[in-house]
T-cell receptor
Framework: GNSVTQMEGPVTLSEEAFLTINCTYT??????LFWYVQYPGEGLQLLLK?????DKGSNKGFEATYRKETTSFHLEKGSVQVSDSAVYFC????????????FGSGTRLSIRP | SQTIHQWPATLVQPVGSPLSLECTVE??????LYWYRQAAGRGLQLLFY??????ISSEVPQNLSASRPQDRQFILSSKKLLLSDSGFYLC????????????FGPGTRLTVT
């Protein structure tokens, strides 16, 4: 079946450090891939997405590239800020009438000033 | 633009009491609607989804139920709450026929005492 595996947290970095959060997936065909972010006490916000192989999604300095050959969608940011502290979820969705989303377990990121 | 509302924002209920959480979406027609639960420090669990009025699919058997009395209204209910029903409840929507991302509401924090 379809599944998403992302790196265990929590991840703690200093401000301006480089960020990578690994995400791999298992799915048949060509799923759409997403990164969502959840700030404390809030709902999830779509951070970026990619719908086909080699697509790069980007937003707010974050990037992720859809790698079909390695079934990966790693999240990266060149210089993190304290305001990036949140929980990040990798997710996939397949074409269907309901288009359910399969979420990873989430990675908590904390940035030290 | 589309917006999604959930209420109440927080709720404290005793074990055995009933529950009704409401979600409404504005600015779109015939959305797919979803209810998720997030236990403390955990990932998201899809509870119910709906592709139209009166059409409810259940993902996990439990003492919760969902209804969709109007196109843009989704209600989560229980006749008798359990301690294990505590969590953060999120409603989400998606426009069919588009890319497959979902958009989330602000959530309801439920504590069963």
């Amino acid at each position: 079946g379809n599944s998403v595996t992302q790196m265990e947290g929590p991840v703690t970095l200093s401000e301006e450090a480089f960020l990578t959060i690994n995400c791999t997936y298992t799915a048949t065909g060509y799923p759409s891939l997403f990164w969502y972010v959840q700030y404390p006490g809030e709902g999830l916000q779509l951070l970026l997405k990619a719908t086909k192989a080699d697509d790069k999604g980007s937003n707010k300095g974050f990037e992720a590239t859809y790698r079909k050959e390695t079934t990966s969608f790693h999240l990266e940011k060149g210089s993190v800020q304290v305001s990036d502290s949140a929980v990040y979820f990798c997710a996939l969705s397949r074409d269907s009438s309901a288009s359910k989303i399969i979420f990873g377990s989430g990675t908590r990121l904390s940035i030290r000033p | 633009s589309q917006t999604i509302h959930q209420w109440p924002a927080t709720l404290v209920q005793p074990v055995g009491s009933p529950l009704s959480l409401e979600c409404t979406v504005e600015g779109t027609s015939n959305p797919n609607l979803y209810w998720y639960r997030q236990a403390a420090g955990r990932g998201l669990q899809l509870l119910f989804y709906s592709v139209g009025i009166g059409q409810i699919s259940s993902e996990v058997p439990q003492n919760l139920s969902a209804s969709r009395p109007q196109d843009r209204q989704f209600i989560l209910s229980s006749k008798k709450l359990l301690l294990s029903d505590s969590g953060f409840y999120l409603c989400a929507w998606r426009t069919p026929g588009t890319a497959y991302e979902q958009y989330f509401g602000p959530g309801t924090r439920l504590t069963v005492t």
